[in-house]
């Protein structure tokens, strides 16, 4: 998930600030960004569903998935469980 | 018509009752002078006291320090998000300018937890980002009417200019009359020190206090502390002692002036 830098500060971006709802630029910017930048990154995390898409006007907006999000974090937690359990 | 309160005992008081439900609502002040304050506190109190969840929309500051700043008056927004009972909405100005921005926004927020009330902070921001020749009252207009129609009352925030309210007029750009109750919130210099009034400018429908109440913003947040009745002067921004007081001052140092003489000649 965490595969590159853009995407960690989306993450805590979102996750501190969950009613965020913005277009490619809005958010780039909030990060410090410009949109072309973190395209891709937003992609990705669009199709792993936490973050989710829909057009108003001519414009894509981007905000937390909130049920794919916290699916995800399940997944994220379940899977560190079971790694401690191996290594125990 | 029924009364929305904010749950601030002394200005309800003053809005004999509350604010007319759906009545959309402005509250006017320059920075500092508790605006955001006041606006999370009416939303707190709708969903802690009256059961009536609430939506805050802003498109200044990130969640995330409003987040802080409420927990610094004891308000757990957090909790009141997972109790589906609030939500805090940041967007661009310009995305809900779009046609059906607004519905496209906060349609599924609005289904999701039934707000009463709705916080929009602020209407400036809106005006900054209408494009080139736009009408900022046409804007407003359809904004503040997408809210009521989806039976929610809106509050709206506008930043005034330090001296906003001198010349009783609260908006440059002629929105007083889009809305139907006007808080002004204005510093007043009085005795080389600075103080807070909050004056109720316009109440469409209803009586309402006429008289400016001094205010603070305290840990527990928005508080009317009384009036500036030995004040006249207080909107034109040169207070002054009204006559009587003037004239109880003028014989308490008479007399401290006597007293002191004769103290000298014994």
Same mark, same amino acid.
């Not at chain 2, 840990?219 to 007081?245: C, L, N, R, T, W």
């Given at each position: 998930?965490?595969?590159?830098?853009?995407?960690?500060?989306l993450? +805590?971006?979102?996750?501190?600030?969950?009613?965020?709802?913005?277009?490619?630029?809005? +958010?780039?910017?909030?990060?410090?960004?410009?949109?072309?930048?973190?395209?891709?990154? +937003?992609?990705?995390? +669009?199709?792993?569903?936490?973050?989710?898409?829909?057009?108003?006007?001519?414009?894509?907006?981007?905000?937390?998935?909130?049920?794919?999000?916290?699916?995800?974090?399940?997944?994220?937690?379940?899977?560190?469980?079971?790694?401690?359990?191996?290594?125990? | 018509?029924?009364?929305?309160?904010?749950?601030? @005992?002394?200005?309800?008081?003053?809005?004999r009752?509350?604010?007319?439900?759906?009545?959309?609502?402005?509250?006017?002040?320059?920075?500092?002078?508790g605006?955001?304050?006041?606006?999370?506190?009416?939303? @707190?109190?709708?969903?802690?006291?009256?059961?009536?969840?609430?939506?805050?929309?802003?498109?200044?500051?990130?969640?995330?320090?409003?987040?802080?700043?409420?927990?610094?008056?004891?308000?757990d927004?957090?909790?009141?998000?997972?109790?589906d009972?609030?939500r805090?909405?940041?967007?661009?100005?310009?995305?809900?300018?779009?046609?059906?921005?607004?519905?496209?926004?906060?349609?599924?927020?609005?289904k999701?937890?039934?707000?009463?009330?709705?916080?929009?902070?602020?209407?400036?921001?809106?005006?900054?980002?209408?494009?080139?020749?736009?009408?900022?009252?046409?804007?407003?207009?359809? @904004?503040?009417?997408?809210v009521k129609?989806?039976?929610?009352?809106?509050?709206?925030?506008?930043?005034?200019?330090?001296?906003?309210?001198?010349?009783?007029? @609260?908006?440059?750009?002629?929105?007083?009359?889009?809305?139907?109750?006007?808080?002004?919130?204005?510093?007043?210099?009085?005795?080389?020190?600075?103080?807070?009034?909050?004056?109720?400018?316009?109440?469409?429908?209803?009586d309402?206090?006429?008289?400016?109440?001094?205010?603070?913003?305290?840990?527990?947040?928005?508080?009317?502390?009384?009036?500036?009745?030995?004040?006249?002067?207080? $909107? *034109?921004?040169?207070?002054?002692?009204?006559?009587?007081?003037?004239?109880?001052? $003028?014989?308490?140092?008479?007399?401290? *002036?006597?007293?002191?003489?004769?103290?000298l000649?014994?």
């Open positions: 998930m965490l595969s590159s830098e853009i995407k960690g500060d993450l +805590v971006l979102f996750h501190k600030n969950p009613g965020l709802i913005d277009s490619l630029d809005g +958010v780039a910017r909030r990060i410090g960004r410009i949109g072309t930048a973190i395209q891709t990154d +937003v992609q990705d995390m +669009v199709s792993a569903h936490i973050l989710g898409t829909r057009r108003i006007g001519g414009r894509e907006i981007i905000f937390l998935d909130r049920s794919g999000d916290k699916a995800a974090q399940e997944s994220i937690l379940g899977y560190l469980k079971n790694l401690k359990g191996k290594t125990e | 018509m029924g009364r929305q309160k904010t749950g601030i @005992v002394e200005l309800d008081a003053m809005l009752g509350g604010f007319l439900e759906r009545d959309a609502v402005m509250v006017a002040g320059a920075a500092g002078t605006k955001t304050t006041l606006s999370l506190q009416h939303l @707190v109190n709708g969903i802690t006291k009256f059961g009536e969840p609430g939506i805050y929309l802003t498109f200044e500051q990130l969640p995330d320090q409003i987040y802080r700043d409420a927990e610094n008056f004891g308000w927004l957090k909790k009141l998000e997972d109790q009972k609030f805090l909405v940041c967007t661009s100005p310009d995305l809900l300018l779009e046609p059906d921005g607004a519905g496209q926004l906060l349609d599924a927020t609005i999701e937890i039934q707000p009463r009330r709705m916080v929009i902070d602020s209407l400036n921001h809106l005006e900054m980002y209408l494009p080139r020749g736009g009408d900022m009252r046409k804007e407003a207009y359809r @904004v503040l009417n997408y129609t989806k039976g929610i009352s809106p509050l709206a925030i506008w930043e005034t200019q330090q001296n906003a309210g001198q010349a009783f007029s @609260v908006t440059d750009v002629g929105m007083s009359f889009l809305v139907d109750c006007i808080l002004l919130l204005k510093f007043v210099e009085i005795d080389s020190a600075m103080r807070k009034a909050v004056v109720i400018m316009k109440m469409r429908g209803s309402h206090e006429k008289a400016l109440k001094e205010y603070a913003i305290t840990p527990q947040g928005f508080k009317i502390e009384g009036g500036f009745s030995d004040y006249e002067g207080v $909107m *034109s921004g040169s207070p002054h002692k009204v006559a009587s007081e003037r004239f109880v001052d $003028m014989f308490q140092n008479q007399k401290a *002036s006597e007293k002191h003489k004769g103290g000649s014994h």
